[in-house]
């Protein structure tokens, strides 16, 4: 299964990049994501728990990063085993390029999965594995720029990451 795409992300190239090596960050943006943690060779290992169809499961892995670009690109890979219901493994290659408003991050999503979760059908897992996509990156780019105006647009709210990392802290 294989899914690209882009966003356009209100905040500059070396923050975005900071917040996609930041294990806080992917934790919060990955649905079901329950734990990330960096190690010493600069990856992570991750605990994620998911519902794909009727099969529920808690995966747990290893993600590295290689092909490494500071502040432009890179390719994060990863594969989970999620006992009975079976095995996910894939990779993204995220770009990040400099844009009017902001930064584009574009990605290519390759996944593929084993045991019980490949036996409930392609069709399912690929539309399930768009949804996740769709949603990390949603999740990713309101921690960065913060949720949508509300009804009072001289107030709008910093994502948790720019008040963290330096914003207004009167909010």
Not at 3 to 9: A, K, N, P, V, W
Not at 88 to 117: F, H
């Amino acid at each position: 299964m294989e899914l690209t795409g882009s966003r356009i992300i209100n905040a500059p190239r070396a923050e975005v990049w900071e917040a996609l090596n930041d294990p806080e960050v992917l934790k919060a943006c990955i649905p079901g994501c329950s734990e990330m943690i960096r190690e010493e060779d600069g990856g992570f290992t991750a605990v994620v728990t998911q519902k794909v169809g009727p099969v529920k499961a808690t995966f747990k892995g290893a993600v590295t990063l290689s092909d490494i670009v500071e502040a432009q690109s890179y390719t994060i890979s990863g594969e989970g085993k999620g006992g009975a219901a079976g095995f996910a493994k894939g990779g993204a290659r995220v770009r990040l390029v400099d844009v009017e408003g902001g930064t584009e991050l574009s990605y290519e999503v390759e996944a593929r999965v084993g045991g019980k979760l490949a036996q409930i059908g392609s069709r399912l897992v690929d539309g399930f594995a768009k949804k996740m996509a769709d949603k990390f990156f949603a999740n990713f780019q309101t921690a960065l720029e913060g949720p949508e105006e509300s009804s009072a647009p001289e107030e709008k709210k910093k994502g948790w990451l720019k008040r963290l990392v330096g914003g207004d802290h009167n909010d």
